[in-house]
């Protein structure tokens, strides 16, 4: 969108501020057809340039051009090529017998001159051009010159350009509105949702940007929006640790969930807990968690020094990150007293054939329940 104001103060004139005119619709729309095909076709915005004209004694439609160019560039807009702008004159006797072209002409020789031809384009061609002729017409010769002499001019603007922005930034300007696509494995849709959304709305309560995810074709189609850099980006790196895999010998920053007798648990990555043992705590021994000085809430850094293939749990170690005390011994598993003399149980019992079984073969009948409890001898 290019929004081109001409005010009435811009050429001293003293007139009340209505409608806008056929002049600024038309010179407006000049100044967007020589711009908009050198924005890049992959642009995921809608872009507004505002050329307010304070003062005009020239072209402001080819100020416009130019001054429009340079925002695009300023803003980190990724122009195909940069657009310039130049407007020729014409001033000739009676049946085109002697004439002069003009270049950058001022208000005084577009009023009394005999043309107004306005060029826009790269360093390879046009991309827009607008004629006001106040002749019968003109001949080929004079239009040849006139086009030679508009790319002259535009190649000294586009020096000049160049001179000043020899390329886009590297990156939108903090404060522009910005959109950011990702796509995730289907695995990752409900963890960055959360129960009943928990996690979405927490994104969007703490940055401030505006995250919707859909699954299409198997995948998370997430896209994020925001009214900044600093909201954008915040939000990106909490979907990014969500879906990201731990790994090991790296180092997170932390909150401490719980603490047990033997030691805390912390939630290094979102949704991901691993166990702080007390002795992965410091090199020092400590004879309870209250000696770590640890509480719940606390923000620590760890790293992952294992995770288990079989239940995938992860145990973190704050010590690993400290420096090793000089002469420092690992404490060896206390053994158990010595085994009593002999080092085993003996001989075991010499075997031999059991006693012939009771005539019968069985046990007997069995009685038809116990029968009356036989009393003790201390009751008789």
């Given at each position: 969108?290019?929004?081109?104001?001409?005010?009435?103060?811009?050429?001293?004139?003293?007139?009340?501020?209505?409608g806008?005119?056929?002049?600024?619709?038309?010179?407006?729309?000049?100044?967007?057809?020589?711009?908009?095909?050198?924005?890049?076709?992959?642009?995921?915005?809608?872009?507004?340039?505002?050329?307010?004209?304070?003062?005009s004694?020239?072209?402001?439609?080819m100020?416009?051009?130019?001054?429009?160019?340079?925002?695009?560039?300023?803003?980190?807009?990724?122009?195909?090529?940069?657009?310039?702008?130049?407007?020729?004159?014409?001033?000739?006797?009676?049946?085109?017998?002697?004439?002069?072209v003009?270049?950058?002409?001022?208000?005084?020789?577009?009023?009394?001159?005999?043309?107004?031809?306005?060029?826009?384009?790269?360093?390879?061609?046009i991309?827009?051009?607008?004629?006001?002729?106040?002749?019968?017409?003109?001949?080929?010769?004079?239009?040849e010159?006139?086009?030679r002499?508009?790319?002259?001019?535009?190649?000294h603007?586009?020096?000049?350009?160049?001179?000043?922005?020899?390329?886009?930034?590297?990156?939108?300007?903090?404060?522009?509105?910005?959109?950011?696509?990702?796509?995730?494995?289907?695995?990752?849709?409900?963890?960055?949702?959360?129960k009943?959304?928990?996690?979405?709305?927490?994104?969007?309560?703490?940055?401030?940007?505006?995250?919707?995810?859909?699954?299409?074709?198997?995948?998370?189609?997430?896209?994020?929006?925001?009214?900044?850099?600093?909201?954008?980006?915040?939000?990106?790196?909490?979907?990014?640790?969500?879906?990201?895999?731990?790994?090991?010998?790296?180092?997170?920053?932390?909150?401490?969930?719980?603490i047990?007798?033997?030691?805390?648990?912390?939630?290094?990555?979102?949704?991901?807990?691993?166990?702080?043992?007390?002795?992965?705590?410091?090199?020092?021994?400590?004879?309870?968690?209250?000696?770590?000085?640890?509480?719940?809430g606390?923000?620590?850094?760890?790293?992952?020094?294992?995770?288990?293939?079989?239940?995938?749990?992860?145990?973190?170690?704050?010590?690993?990150?400290?420096?090793?005390?000089?002469?420092?011994?690992?404490?060896?598993?206390?053994?158990?007293?010595?085994?009593?003399?002999?080092?085993?149980?003996?001989?075991?019992?010499?075997?031999?054939?059991?006693?012939?079984?009771?005539?019968?073969?069985?046990?007997?009948?069995?009685?038809?329940?116990?029968?009356?409890?036989?009393?003790?001898?201390?009751?008789?």
């Amino acid at each position: 969108l290019l929004h081109y104001n001409f005010p009435a103060f811009s050429t001293g004139e003293a007139r009340p501020q209505r409608g806008i005119s056929r002049r600024e619709i038309g010179h407006g729309n000049l100044a967007h057809r020589a711009l908009k095909r050198m924005l890049p076709d992959d642009l995921p915005y809608t872009v507004r340039i505002v050329s307010d004209i304070l003062e005009s004694n020239g072209s402001s439609s080819m100020a416009t051009v130019c001054a429009g160019c340079l925002a695009l560039l300023d803003a980190g807009v990724k122009m195909k090529k940069p657009v310039a702008g130049i407007a020729m004159g014409l001033i000739t006797d009676e049946g085109n017998v002697k004439h002069a072209v003009l270049s950058d002409i001022l208000g005084d020789e577009d009023h009394l001159g005999d043309m107004d031809f306005k060029v826009t384009g790269t360093v390879d061609g046009i991309t827009a051009t607008q004629m006001d002729i106040k002749c019968d017409g003109l001949p080929y010769e004079i239009l040849e010159q006139a086009l030679r002499q508009a790319k002259e001019g535009r190649l000294h603007i586009l020096k000049i350009i160049n001179e000043t922005i020899p390329a886009p930034r590297e990156d939108y300007k903090p404060h522009v509105p910005r959109i950011v696509a990702m796509t995730v494995d289907k695995e990752f849709i409900g963890a960055i949702i959360g129960k009943g959304g928990e996690v979405i709305q927490g994104i969007q309560e703490t940055t401030g940007a505006t995250v919707t995810i859909d699954e299409i074709d198997g995948k998370g189609e997430i896209e994020i929006s925001a009214a900044n850099k600093e909201c954008i980006d915040a939000a990106v790196a909490r979907i990014k640790e969500i879906i990201a895999v731990p790994e090991l010998d790296k180092v997170y920053t932390g909150k401490v969930r719980s603490i047990l007798e033997f030691g805390a648990f912390v939630e290094f990555m979102p949704g991901r807990d691993g166990l702080l043992h007390i002795s992965e705590i410091s090199w020092d021994r400590l004879e309870s968690m209250e000696a770590s000085g640890l509480h719940e809430g606390d923000e620590v850094t760890v790293k992952l020094i294992e995770i288990d293939k079989k239940t995938g749990k992860f145990r973190l170690s704050m010590r690993a990150l400290q420096e090793k005390p000089e002469g420092y011994e690992e404490r060896r598993p206390e053994r158990r007293g010595p085994r009593r003399e002999g080092g085993d149980r003996g001989p075991r019992r010499e075997g031999g054939p059991r006693g012939p079984r009771r005539e019968g073969g069985d046990r007997g009948p069995r009685h038809e329940g116990r029968g009356p409890r036989q009393p003790r001898h201390d009751e008789e």
